[in-house]
């Protein structure tokens, strides 16, 4: 049961949101204080928050501390066990790095509310280079390092930047990744290219540079004058980063600059019982959303230390690297993924490499970004003796839509349920004719509007898009694109998707988007992509493909070019290794391909067959198929 503030807390912010948060918002520096805090005219679009107030989110999280007497605090580790280094920037150095940055962005021409496209793998730059964009009042745009080339070119495509930001390799556990030829390959195959870029020179893998289109990150920071921070609107946007749909393009998700400041500085505190000087650690990835909230943004506008990890939970050298980073660090708070902690599990089941670190300093760990199975939770906390608590958010929320709130709340944990809803988060489950769904119900997760401020105003030049993706369906209320429940107690249960996106090892991807990557093979008359149960990643995906007749080559051969495909047009993140040729595809009899009876086939479920279904007997073939591993890795 909740206890402590929570109550009246999330109560409060539903009854008087505007009074909420112009509290919170007190908490940061202001250029020019909002005229309105809430403004929702639009009952059909997103609310604005902080309207007419103007802010920098940079000065915020870097400046404001130094300028407040902790210029020497430490702002940002860069702990790299694949290079065997260890950076430590102070905020005054982080300030520094950044406006010398800034104003060699500047120097090439970015202004306020032009596009950064920042490719770059888990180096201090990364952040770095967030953070000068916002500087300056530029919008930023980070790719993932494990997208391939035509991922990147549509991202860029999309965003249309001025200038990008890359480095000249990503590191994989052992395996040196140049960059610079995904990166050539990418602007080649877009229409949008920038002209300029700035690379960082990695030792590991130096790359030749372009002439008249690259320089090197040394020489152009070396050469700039440090810019000072912009003031912007508040509802300008600050980044741009694309997330998974269910069509192979992916979508825009904007952050504004205001709302967004006050909610992940809120967040700090109520969610993660962070105070400044504390260290945080987020192990994930700046490409992605966590890695945008919970490794830049908000620990640095809470003034704590944050880390940035060049590493994998086993093999970086070992099972005990995270032991090792938060025993080094004096972590006293991390949020991962449960696929790293399901990894941790399998190599090292006992936890013998934790007797070798003292985490006398570590509180409270967090598990996102997919659901997580009860098993690992009871193992984490029986082995690391600190709660453990699932939460739930998405790109689109940028911050926890449900949780255990453990600054305000000595709620507890509720083993499978991802929380209680979060200050500012109105959750309800509704069903298919937009019906309240009881209590202990499964439906369709919905969030009442208005959204709290940090959630997405708008996606990036398709306002149409997002109203038709998230507030279409209910009219007044946010679709999550989740299902689950809501228990008598108010705990959040959120079960799976209602849309083809799934979840590998963290990691959103949609199978639409692998669909049309294997559609595009000559060979292929047409194909499904399923998620099929990993004990270690989750989900991974499987494809089934018809092919056109006539065609006469070999399946092992074709089925191998097929993987290749989906690795060269999407990425080695889609962990895309398995899938068999099929005579067809099970369909009801308009043709609607039965995804969700494959599905339920390859868990090793014994599904009731679709009365509409055309052929009952494909399906002992796709049964066959699944039980005849052809071209699996
Ligand atoms: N750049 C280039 N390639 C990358 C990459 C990057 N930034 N990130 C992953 N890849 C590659 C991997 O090397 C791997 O390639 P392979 O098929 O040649 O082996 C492939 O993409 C799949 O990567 P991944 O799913 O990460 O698998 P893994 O076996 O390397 O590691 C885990 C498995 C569970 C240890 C790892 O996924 C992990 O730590 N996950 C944490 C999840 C996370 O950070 N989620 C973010 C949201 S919180
Ligand atoms: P992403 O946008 O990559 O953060 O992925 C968001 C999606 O991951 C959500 O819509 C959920 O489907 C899933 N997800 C994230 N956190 C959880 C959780 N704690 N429990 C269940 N699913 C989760």
Redesign the pocket.
């Known amino acids: 049961m909740a206890t402590g503030e929570y109550p009246r807390e999330h109560a409060r912010s539903m009854n008087d949101p505007e009074g909420f948060w112009a509290e919170k918002a007190e908490a940061l520096v202001w250029d020019r204080k909002w005229d309105q805090v809430l403004s929702h005219d639009d009952p059909d679009g997103a609310p604005r928050w902080f309207v007419g107030g103007r802010l920098n989110t940079c000065y915020n999280a870097v400046d404001r501390h130094v300028d407040a007497g902790r210029g020497d605090a430490i702002a940002l580790i860069h702990d790299s066990p694949v290079t065997g280094q260890t950076r430590r920037l102070s905020f005054a150095e982080l300030r520094d790095a950044t406006a010398r940055l800034a104003g060699a962005l500047r120097a090439r021409g970015v202004e306020a509310g032009d596009r950064v496209v920042i490719y770059m ?1 888990m180096v201090a730059e990364a952040a770095i280079a967030m953070l000068a964009c916002a500087r300056i009042g530029a919008v930023h745009s980070v790719v ?3 997208f391939a080339a035509p991922e990147l070119a549509k991202r860029i495509d999309d965003a249309k930047p001025k200038l990008i930001l890359t480095a000249s390799c ?1 590191i ?1 556990g052992s395996r040196v ?1 140049p960059y610079k030829p995904l990166l050539d390959a990418a602007i080649a195959a877009s229409q949008s290219a920038p002209e300029a870029c700035i690379l960082l020179q990695r030792p590991q893998c130096t790359a030749e540079l372009t002439p008249g289109r690259d320089t090197d990150w040394a020489e152009a920071v070396a050469a700039a004058e440090p810019a000072d921070c912009v003031p912007v609107a508040a509802t300008d946007p600050l980044y741009v980063l694309y997330t998974s749909g269910t069509t192979g393009k992916p979508k825009g998700v904007v952050r504004d600059n205001g709302g967004h400041a006050v909610a992940m500085h809120y967040s700090m505190k109520a969610v993660y019982n962070m105070d400044a000087g504390e260290v945080f650690w987020a ?3 700046v490409g ?1 959303v ?1 890695g945008h909230s919970y490794i830049v943004y908000a620990p640095l506008l809470a003034g704590c230390t944050t880390i940035l990890y060049e590493g ?3 093999g970086t050298p070992d099972a005990g690297a995270f032991w090792r980073v938060c025993a080094e660090h004096g972590v006293k708070s991390l949020f ?2 449960p ?2 902690f399901r ?1 941790i599990k399998k190599e090292d089941p006992e936890g013998a490499h934790l007797q070798r670190y003292d985490l006398s300093r570590f509180e409270a760990l967090y598990l ?2 997919e659901r997580c199975d009860p098993d690992t939770i009871a193992w984490a906390a029986g082995l690391l003796k600190v709660p453990v608590v699932d939460h739930w958010w998405q790109t689109e929320t940028g911050w926890p839509v449900a949780a255990v709130c453990r600054g305000i709340e000595e709620g507890t944990v509720r083993s499978g349920a991802a929380g209680l809803p979060v200050p500012g988060f109105d959750i309800r489950v509704l069903d298919d004719d937009g019906q309240p769904v009881p209590a202990d119900g499964i439906g369709n997760i919905v969030i009442k509007q208005p959204l709290p401020p940090g959630t997405l105003p708008t996606l990036w030049n398709n306002e149409d898009g997002f109203r038709e993706h998230y507030l279409s369906r209910y009219r007044g209320y946010y679709l999550t694109g989740d299902a689950g429940k809501i228990d008598p107690d108010g705990y959040v249960w959120v079960m799976s998707r209602i849309d083809d996106i799934i979840n ?4 959103r991807l949609s199978t639409g988007a692998m669909e049309e990557v294997l559609a595009g093979h000559p060979a292929v008359a047409e194909c499904a992509v399923i998620a099929v149960e990993d004990a ?2 989750g989900q991974l995906p499987v494809g089934m493909v018809v092919l056109k007749s006539g065609v006469s080559q070999d399946h092992d051969s074709l089925i191998a070019e097929l993987i290749q495909r989906v690795r060269d047009e999407i990425g ?2 889609a ?1 895309f290794k398995r899938a068999y040729v099929v005579q067809r595809l099970p369909k009801t009899r308009s043709g609607k391909v039965l995804r969700k009876t494959m599905r339920a086939i390859a868990n090793g479920e014994s599904p009731s067959v679709p009365a509409t279904i055309d052929d009952p007997a494909i399906l002992d073939e796709i049964r066959e198929a699944l039980g005849t591993p052809v071209g699996s890795a």
């Open positions: 793998p993932f390092g494990g990503g994989e990744i192990a994930s990835d992605w966590v994998k939970p086993v991962t993924a696929t790293a990894a996102a970004g590998v090892a963290g990691h270690t990643k080695a993140v962990a």
